[in-house]
């Protein structure tokens, strides 16, 4: 069980955890989504929204907007540095006092059906029914309105959710194609440094923050296990597909192989000091 039974009241801070356990936490903003969303015993008072483009939840090429509900605020330009915005927000902000509602719509704007995952026995992997109302409407790149799942239509679901939240942007700035550019050859520097274990070579390509979180380990004793966090999922082989470039920070679009076999995943720099530095990467298993 995910939640305890009863309300689950919202927090002040969001943190995207690292596939690398390094932490980056935000100040949450709050306020684009209020109402209630109740499925059998989980009762989330709703705080806050997010909304991107996405592809529909049933599949297909076409894209839909995505407006994500939570109990928790979200902080929305950290999670537009990431390509993969749904695996973020699933991988690193769910938990189990978390819970997370996605809503979508089609690319003007009409109500198309909702998804989520609370626990065992009590989601739904997509649902379309006509009893829900939307007045909800997309103008000046924002969604505003209500949905509304009245009570008695189902004994087990309801819902009274309001919106007021922009789209984000689909641009992570300059193409850099394949390869990466620039902030790619970095990328692959750090990929040869740390399956060879060069220390001194990673630690020179590490962003400021991850050299201070693995200075105060070792100071700790325990900087061995922080070059084992930076090693756990990191692929055997990759290549860059894609860059992007946005002022000091880059976007890098990966695949490769790893031990579970295909990956595909996404990695973040930042650009200190004249050189490409590698911040984050998160890797998921390529299903296609």
Request: charged share 25%; aromatic share 10%; glycine share 12%.
């Amino acid at each position: 069980m995910p939640y305890s039974k009863g309300r689950v009241t919202g927090v002040v801070l969001v943190c995207l955890w690292s596939i690398l356990t390094a932490v980056s936490a935000y100040t949450a903003e709050g306020g684009r989504a209020s109402g209630q969303f109740q499925s059998k015993e989980i009762d989330l008072k709703i705080t806050d929204a997010y909304a991107f483009r996405g592809t529909p939840t049933l599949g297909g090429e076409k894209k839909v907007i995505v407006v994500v509900v939570s109990n928790q605020d979200f902080n929305q330009s950290a999670i537009d540095e990431y390509w993969d915005r749904r695996y973020v927000l699933e991988r690193y902000f769910q938990d189990e006092r978390t819970g997370l509602v996605y809503f979508e719509f089609s690319p003007d704007g009409r109500y198309r059906g909702l998804s989520y995952y609370f626990a065992s026995g009590n989601g739904c992997g997509y649902c379309a029914d006509p009893a829900v109302q939307s007045n909800v409407r997309l103008a000046n790149g924002r969604l505003t309105g209500k949905l509304i799942f009245p009570k008695g239509k189902d004994p087990k679901l309801w819902f009274d959710v309001s919106l007021d939240v922009p789209v984000s942007s689909d641009e992570h700035g300059k193409s850099q194609g394949l390869g990466g550019g620039e902030p790619g050859k970095g990328y692959l520097a750090y990929h040869r440094a740390l399956l060879g274990k060069d220390e001194q070579a990673i630690k020179s390509l590490l962003s400021e923050e991850l050299r201070a979180r693995w200075t105060g380990a070792e100071a700790k004793g325990t900087g061995g296990g922080f070059l084992d966090s930076l090693l756990k999922y990191h692929p055997e082989e990759v290549r860059v597909t894609e860059g992007f470039i946005k002022g000091d920070h880059a976007l890098l679009l990966i695949e490769g192989k790893g031990d579970m076999g295909p990956i595909i995943g996404e990695a973040q720099l930042s650009h200190q000091q004249g050189v490409w530095r590698f911040e984050e990467e998160t890797i998921q298993i390529n299903m296609k």
